[in-house]
């Protein structure tokens, strides 16, 4: 099966301005998954869908971070205004539903703000 | 609050040795653990996936083991080779989401 798919793999903004990624889960995985790892940290939890609805979105930094996922399909983030401390890589992971599946993640988005 | 740490964060050791990374996690209401595997600029690569009741699990060279009523998870790699510097890390699933330790980067040497 394919891969969980992320576009672009690298962007580079000015602050101010305004990125979108995008994710591709595996077909037929309900669970979407954003996560980020920023310079030195750990990967942290952004938010979680299950189909289109946001099952969790506890993690999300900000209101600047909108995340949706029209049609329970792929996924965008998007950073609107992009600020400084929103450099970092932005992985998204799909799952099967159950809890007992494990997580299959994409190759991860890295952004940099200047 | 799901905390998880690993130790070291940094091993460099020859060529064709045996060694062990260690996770552990400081809630053990848990469904799985699963160890991941970071190459420079790239995803992250599923190594393992252990669940909450199994003490372990083995792919080739490498073997998992979890206590989870201790918190701890270890990942053997046997006979290591330079193909397997890269980062490690652990991520613990509570049901929700994953807690992802910072990882320990390995470095085998010629």
């Known amino acids: 099966e394919a891969g969980v798919t992320q576009f672009p793999s690298h962007s580079v903004i000015e602050k101010g301005q305004t990125v979108t990624l995008r994710c591709d889960p595996i077909?037929?995985?309900?669970?979407l998954y954003w996560y980020r790892r920023v310079m030195g940290k750990e990967i942290k939890f952004l938010l979680h869908?299950?189909?289109?609805?946001?099952?969790?979105e506890s993690g999300m930094p900000n209101n600047r971070f909108l995340a949706e996922r029209t049609g329970g399909t792929y996924s965008t983030l998007k950073v609107q205004p992009a600020e400084l401390e929103d450099s970092g890589v932005y992985f998204c992971a799909s799952r099967r539903q159950g809890s007992n599946y494990g997580y299959t993640f994409g190759s991860g988005t890295r952004l940099t703000v200047v | 609050k799901q905390e998880v740490t690993q130790i070291p964060a940094a091993l460099s050791v020859p060529e064709g040795e045996n060694l062990v990374l260690n996770c552990s996690f400081t809630?053990?209401?848990?469904?799985?653990l699963q160890w991941f595997r970071q190459d420079p600029g790239k995803g992250l690569t599923s190594l393992l996936l252990i669940q909450s009741s199994q003490r372990e699990q083995t792919s080739g060279r490498l073997n998992a083991s979890l206590d989870k009523s201790s918190g701890r998870s270890t990942l053997y790699i046997a006979a290591s080779q330079p193909g397997d510097s890269a980062t490690y890390l652990c991520a613990v699933n509570t049901g929700n989401q994953f807690y992802f330790g910072t990882g320990t980067s390995l470095t085998v040497i010629p």
């Open positions: 869908f299950v189909k289109e609805s946001k099952q969790d």
């Open positions: 077909s037929g995985h309900d669970n």
């Open positions: 809630d053990s209401a848990i469904y799985n």
